[in-house]
């Protein structure tokens, strides 16, 4: 363990705690009781938050659908939206030093990571209030002399938004302002480990002049606060970010008045590396997709399918590169990796690395607790295993830690059953330099987002969801956005020329 790159305490002075409290109908509200989050690094309280109960959530569900009843926002113009929109957007970079303190306080994941979160996250503002003023239906002038069709495309109505702790700004920032956008109504319950970004950006929100109303937030657990958002008769969507067990139960939840649900779950995401690729690269971007956010991402690439010819080459790359990844203090900007969320979160990933090694895996790197000097004990060492097969627990579950895989392939037949023989399809990708490969790949690929030469670029134009146990429905882009919207025919007759279906009798 010593080779490690360990960032030790580097003694910030850690801010008073953060008071979060619900947001309902425009009034900040308390409650009798609350709960706290301790800092996953620190192991200090970092903030105190309003406690949600089933009275509160009714509040707010009825403040949404009040709202949303009302017109002010759901009937607005796509020019008023966006206005709106492109302030929150605005605020969102004023407050980034503020709102990604408290995130990195609350997830233990690196200040610098997390100023990345809050500052890109502008960006999906922007783009969302462009959707709002460009979206638009079809009309159909085909249907003879004397009909005229028009789709249009209507805001679904009031949505429950309930999001993890890994990116808590970010996540919300996938669904919210596309939500607006459409002219929806809302009811946000973040993550009770994460929950003061969120209060943060109910304060933007009422800052930029959104209607009472239109954006409610309710602290909390799931139960009770998630379970009624998901299966409240006034609810019309639940879009939900979060574990696929949650995720069945959200389905379960919401089926009992066929509302609408948007899932994005979790993945065991694959990259295959190929023989002629770039293996530099790759291994960077290995490395960096599995320790980035301690590997607490849907999208971490949390396996690798290597060609034999280059397998043991390539895992040595990986190591040697993940020896000099900077784990440790997360106020330290130099930090590339943090803590664990909980520490029964880091015994479950130490349970999953020792069960494989005791049936048969390699342990190339790691696998244990990572002291950092002056911090918890929530972090965990870099982890590479080898010698993995398909069947094992390691190489099938979302172990959601910083634990890399490999398995082996000698064709690329062989690699994409590999890939496809899973229970997820978030993400997968391809090194290689010959084109014609990578587009076979990304064709046959069961996944909702494959990259080829690259790992985790994304863009507010692009949608992102999966498929399988990995969610339904997407998020971000323009099909992201359209999952807000009902679609709606109407069907007009011009002039009086049609026939009378009751006869006059001569």
């Not at 970092?46 to 707010?60: P, R, W, Y």
């Not at 043991?312 to 784990?327: G, H, N, P, Y």
């Not at 084109?435 to 990259?451: D, I, K, P, S």
Request: glycine share 10%; proline share 4%.
């Amino acid at each position: 363990m010593t080779d490690l790159t360990i960032k030790a305490s580097i003694n910030a002075e850690l801010p008073a705690p953060f008071h979060g409290r619900h947001l309902i109908a425009g009034e900040w509200v308390g409650s009798a009781e609350t709960f706290e989050r301790q800092s996953p690094s620190h192991g200090t309280v970092v903030s105190v938050s309003a406690k949600g109960d089933k009275a509160v959530t009714e509040q707010a569900i009825s403040a949404a659908r009040k709202a949303f009843d009302a017109g002010n926002w759901s009937r607005a113009s796509g020019k008023e939206r966006a206005t709106v929109l492109l302030k929150v957007a605005d605020l969102i970079e004023a407050n980034i030093d503020r709102i990604a303190l408290q995130e990195t306080l609350e997830s233990g994941k690196p200040i610098s990571q997390s100023r990345g979160e809050v500052g890109g996250a502008a960006d999906l503002w922007r783009y969302a209030a462009s959707l709002a003023r460009t979206s638009h239906g079809d009309s159909h002038n085909t249907l003879g002399a004397d009909m005229l069709g028009v789709v249009v495309k209507d805001p679904i109505g009031v949505v429950s938004i309930i999001t993890p702790w890994n990116f808590p700004f970010w996540i919300l920032s996938q669904k919210l302002p596309f939500a607006l956008a459409a002219g929806c109504t809302v009811v946000v319950k973040p993550s009770e480990m994460t929950p003061s970004s969120t209060v943060m950006m109910g304060e933007l929100l009422v800052e930029a002049g959104l209607p009472a109303g239109v954006c409610n937030i309710v602290l909390g657990h799931g139960d009770p606060v998630g379970s009624l958002m998901s299966s409240h008769r006034d609810v019309d969507m639940v879009t939900f970010t979060g574990s696929t067990a949650v995720g069945k139960i959200i389905t379960q939840s919401a089926s009992g008045t066929l509302k609408k649900v948007a899932l994005e779950l979790g993945g065991k995401n694959p990259q295959v590396i190929c023989a002629d690729a770039d293996l530099e690269s790759a291994a960077d971007a290995v490395t960096f997709g599995v320790h980035f956010n301690v590997g607490q991402c849907c999208n971490s690439s949390s396996r690798i399918i290597v060609h034999e010819d280059i397998a043991d080459q390539f895992v040595a790359r990986v190591v040697a590169l993940s020896r000099k990844v900077k784990f440790g203090d997360p106020m330290d900007p130099d930090t590339q990796v943090g803590a664990i969320v909980t520490a029964e979160h880091n015994a479950k990933i130490a349970g999953y690395v020792q069960a494989a090694i005791a049936d048969g895996a390699k342990l190339e790197l790691g696998g244990a607790a990572l002291p950092v000097t002056g911090l918890s004990e929530q972090f965990y060492q870099p982890t590479v295993i080898s010698n993995v097969s398909p069947d094992m627990a390691i190489a099938r579950e979302e172990v959601f830690g910083p634990v890399l895989v490999v398995l082996t392939y000698q064709t690329l037949d062989e690699a994409i059953a590999l890939v496809n023989d899973s229970d997820y399809g978030l993400s997968a990708g391809i090194w290689s330099e010959n084109v014609h490969t990578c587009l076979e790949f990304a064709r046959r690929a069961e996944v909702g987002t494959v990259w080829t030469n690259t790992w985790m670029d994304g863009f507010p134009e692009l949608a992102f969801g999966g498929v399988k146990q990995s969610g339904q429905g997407r998020e971000i882009g323009r099909f992201g956005y359209e999952e807000f919207l009902e679609v709606k025919s109407l069907v007009m007759r011009i002039g009086r020329s049609r026939t009378p279906w009751v006869q006059e009798v001569a």
